[in-house]
């Protein structure tokens, strides 16, 4: 059994920086992927980029590479997501979420993730 909780959100200015967090419970983290989507109000939840079980691989989506930084420490069953020159367009419903997909990288699919964390909203003011 696994559960996500993100924590962090909360309102930016543009420009400004902001970290989350997604603190797992459950024996299986270290084997885990972890992906963050986001997911702005009428629009489709979007990768944003992922890190894969041993920590040594991550990726993102193109549009927030070089400003966004996800990484992980296992011995605190957490993962990061660092965001920084953040824009109004970013505003969301960030979430963490986990799968043991078999591959040594973690996928960007959301239909491949097996557990949700329940969402943080970030805002970003102009």
């Known amino acids: 059994q696994v559960q996500l909780v993100e924590s962090g959100g909360g309102l930016v200015q543009t420009g400004g920086s902001l970290r989350l967090s997604c603190a797992a419970s459950g024996r299986i983290f270290s084997s885990s992927h972890m992906g963050w989507f986001r997911q702005a109000p009428g629009k489709e939840r979007e990768f944003v980029g992922a890190i894969n079980r041993s920590g040594g691989s991550t990726y993102y989506a193109d549009s927030v590479k070089g400003r966004f930084t996800i990484s992980r420490d296992n011995a605190k069953n957490t993962v990061y997501l660092e965001m920084s020159n953040l824009k109004p367009e970013e505003t969301a419903v960030y979430c963490c979420?986990?799968?043991?997909?078999?591959?040594?990288?973690?996928?960007?699919?959301?239909?491949?993730?097996?557990?949700w964390g329940q969402g943080n909203q970030v805002t970003v003011s102009a």
């Open positions: 979420a986990s799968t043991e997909f078999p591959g040594r990288l973690a996928p960007r699919r959301s239909s491949e993730y097996d557990y």
